[in-house]
């Protein structure tokens, strides 16, 4: 087909969709450089025993506190939960989703950074987060080993481990002494607590060298962070509960127009909604999409198309408004997921800025809210299937701009459990079900705004509809919305 008829076509489904778009107004934190060939080399030094050694440490030492401290009744093990553990079949766990797909694939990234901190890259660091999953899964604990840890933890904590070590990237510098020294190590230990030991350990963390240490330059990076209110199923009597505080931090590392990027995570986008609201979770949303390779498509003076192969993980999460409400809006999450996206731009006029993108993907393991299954401290269903992403951004003279989302998930859980289940006489760590026999549709829009009130400080506003329709085998089905709103001022650095 000719390009231009192709453009065309995509074009069309493209801006026929909205999305978790990127900035649509960008300012760069500093120029861009290359890493230094010095640096490289010499952070480029693979040590696999003493990666191995702190993952193995790390476990202990999370173990000994939860079994002497905390008195975790999961950590109460001998050599009789081990060996049942090693015979046994592997099962869906009951904890709840902060548990389950953010504190583990956190675990993951901190396993991941051990490695990655030691030379290795992306994907040889996954295998090291992998055998630090299947440590604690099959030793470490006297409930049996999880199907979802053993895939959220590894596989998730590849995408947060790589977003945390290149942001801890951009904060250290090896030329640096004194207070100014000592302050970007903190931060950059904040950030990635791995990388930080390491650092720690190899001595690197106080020694001086001649160039930065930056093992990755100075990429192309654009942060925003918005401060302000938010509102949330505003209604009646429970409008004193339904607003409060928002924080969101956005950040975007390289260029998505680049097509020459050789390495996973040259490019990725991290968001994340932080909130100060009554019974709310203090996350309820994080996103990261990194780019595992690309290759341009079209690339002339009018028009710039590519196709790239992404990790994604998604996360949002809410609660119980009030007693009145007496309802959880919205849960759902995709630790484990991955696609292929492209990525469009019109270079068609000077004063107005277009882009946009369209993301297909397929869901190893995520889970959505259930109205039915509340097991230990699990409500919702752990399920497999598909999303669709799509994003536009629109922008005139970098003053103001209006951007698109639009994500909807179907997610299907395969193995729940029977109809005549008896509730009252329930193991819950043999309980061995994803949930509900069910299949949700989940749909995720946001429409936002910026207008520029001076140099790098914007006015925002922000709407956001979740809509959830959850067919179930042996319940009425179930459709829900929540709507939310944001008001914030935001800081481009």
């Known amino acids: 087909m000719h390009k231009r008829y192709t453009l065309a076509l ?71 939960t081990i060996r049942k553990n090693l015979k046994h079949t592997w099962v869906w766990d009951n904890d709840d989703m902060g548990n389950n797909m953010f504190l583990h694939p956190y675990h993951g990234s ?16 996954g295998l090291f987060s992998l055998g630090g999953s299947a440590m604690w899964e099959l030793f470490m604990e006297n409930e049996y080993p999880s199907f979802n840890d053993i895939l959220a933890t590894p596989i998730g904590g590849l995408a947060l481990g790589e977003t945390l070590y290149r942001t801890s990237d951009l904060v250290l510098d090896d030329r640096r002494v004194g207070m100014n020294r000592f302050g970007r190590e903190l931060a950059g230990f904040l950030i990635s607590p791995m990388r930080g030991l390491t650092r720690v350990i190899n001595g690197d963390a106080w020694r001086t060298r001649t160039t930065t240490g930056k093992q990755f330059g100075v990429p192309d990076v654009n942060v925003e962070v918005s401060a302000g209110i938010r509102t949330l199923e505003l209604q009646g009597k429970i409008l004193d509960k339904g607003v409060g505080a928002a924080l969101d931090i956005n950040i975007e590392y ?58 994604h993980f998604d996360y949002y999460d809410s609660d119980t408004i009030s007693d009145v409400s007496n309802k959880i809006p919205y849960k759902f999450c995709t630790p484990v997921s991955f696609g292929a996206g492209l990525i469009y731009r019109s270079n068609r006029t000077r004063n107005f800025s277009f882009d946009a993108y369209l993301h297909g993907n397929l869901v190893l393991l995520g889970g959505t809210l259930s109205d039915h299954y509340v097991v230990d401290m699990r409500n919702y269903n752990l399920a497999s299937g598909f999303s669709v992403k799509g994003g536009f951004n629109l922008s005139y003279k970098d003053r103001i701009s209006l951007t698109g989302i639009y994500e909807v998930y179907r997610m299907f859980t395969w193995k729940g459990y029977p109809q005549d289940i008896d509730w009252n006489n329930i193991d819950v760590h043999e309980f061995d079900y994803q949930g509900d026999h069910s299949q949700a549709v989940l749909h995720a829009i946001s429409l936002r705004s910026d207008l520029k009130l001076k140099k790098h400080l914007f006015l925002t506003g922000i709407f956001y509809n979740y809509t959830r329709d959850t067919n179930y085998r042996y319940f009425e089905n179930v459709f829900s919305q929540t709507y939310e709103g944001r008001l914030m001022l935001t800081y481009k650095f």
Do not use: C
């Not at 202990?60 to 999961?74: E, P, V």
């Not at 901190?110 to 660091?125: D, H, K, P």
């Not at 909604?273 to 996350?283: A, K």
């Not at 003076?301 to 790239?308: I, V």
């Open 254 to 311: 390289g260029d998505r127009f680049d097509a020459e990027n050789e390495k996973p995570y040259d490019y990725f986008t991290f968001k994340s909604n932080l909130n100060g609201q009554g019974s709310q979770p203090l996350l309820s949303q994080l996103n990261i999409m990194g780019r595992l390779y690309v290759t341009d498509l079209i690339e002339t003076e009018k028009d710039f198309l590519s196709l790239g192969f992404y990790q």
């Open 110 to 125: 901190l396993y991941y950074n051990s490695a990655r901190s030691r030379g290795y890259n992306y994907w040889e660091s």
């Open 10 to 80: 995509v074009f069309l489904i493209i801006t026929s969709l909205t999305g978790h778009a990127q900035f649509a107004i960008r300012y760069q934190v500093v120029p861009p450089k290359p890493a230094d060939s010095i640096d490289i080399a010499y952070y480029s030094k693979k040590d696999a025993l003493g990666a191995s050694i702190q993952n193995f440490s790390f476990n202990m030492g999370l173990w000994a506190f939860n079994r002497y401290i905390a008195k975790q009744h999961y950590a109460y093990i001998d050599i009789h």
